[in-house]
């Protein structure tokens, strides 16, 4: 798969993942590359990049060993952003889903 | 690569981003490398499904400046340059300015020298050209007229050479000067650029 557009994809996966619950930097990564084949160090950027305009939150909280884990917490401005990807990527899927039916039938 | 390879590399690749910011990416991995490792993963697999280092480095500074200039001038940022202008301000009171005058009198009293010098040389050639016509008022002091058609030519070049000297020496003097302004200025507009 392309690259940037994978990179655009990524972006509604971590949004998706941190809906359910928090998630720490480790856990979060590896829920989403059991899933989708990518450089794992390029969610961190990701991460921050949108917990700085506002749809996260992070905490610290203490682990059994090691340094403390950062936790990243969905913010209500994020939940919108989320819903507002999903229904631009449902869109986006139906199309090319009626664009290769028309294909298969012409 | 190890641990300790990626983190520097990755280090090395967030140049340019303050120090501050710099220090939070790379706890994001090194989190990562101890959660990895605590479950049981090998530094150099964890390494690699990392992906390269210089690559992430790269898109934390594409980010880093696509927010300076989205943010612009943030206030802490234009307090910090305030804070940069005044501290420069401060060494530049107490240090420079002293420095600058002490050298611009020097400068000021060796082209007084300079000058005279090439005044006084004429004014012997002169005054030996002038002698026969008011011979009550330009005494030679005893000396010989060719002696003191050398010595008048002699000094006049001294002076001459002093002058052109002292030429060259204020141009370097201005051109460090204006050197010195221009580092502050770059001081104070580096910081103002900082995100």
Known sequence: ?106 | MNKEQFLSQLRRSLSGIPEEEKKEILYDYEEHFSSGLENGQEEEEIARSLGNPRVLGKSYRIESLLDEQRGGHRASNILRAVFASLSLGFFNVIITIPLFAGLFGVLAGLWAGAVSLAVSGVAVLVGLMLQPLFPAFIGLGGLSIPFLIFAGIGISALGLLSVIGMWKLSQLFFRMTARYVQFNLRIIKKQEVRA
């Open chain 1, 1 to 106: 798969m392309n690259v940037q557009f994978k990179k655009g994809v990524l972006e509604l996966c971590v949004l998706v993942v941190l809906c359910r619950r928090d998630y720490y930097g480790y856990e979060l990564v590896h829920t989403i590359s059991e899933n989708i084949d990518i450089a794992e160090g390029t969610i961190y950027p990701l991460l921050r990049r949108l917990t700085k305009e506002g749809y996260f939150t992070t905490y610290l909280r203490e682990s059994g060993e090691g340094p403390s884990r950062k936790y990243y917490q969905i913010t209500d401005k994020g939940q919108t952003y989320k819903e507002q990807l999903l229904t631009e990527w449902n869109h986006f899927v139906s199309s090319v889903g009626n664009l290769i039916r028309e294909e298969a039938t012409a």
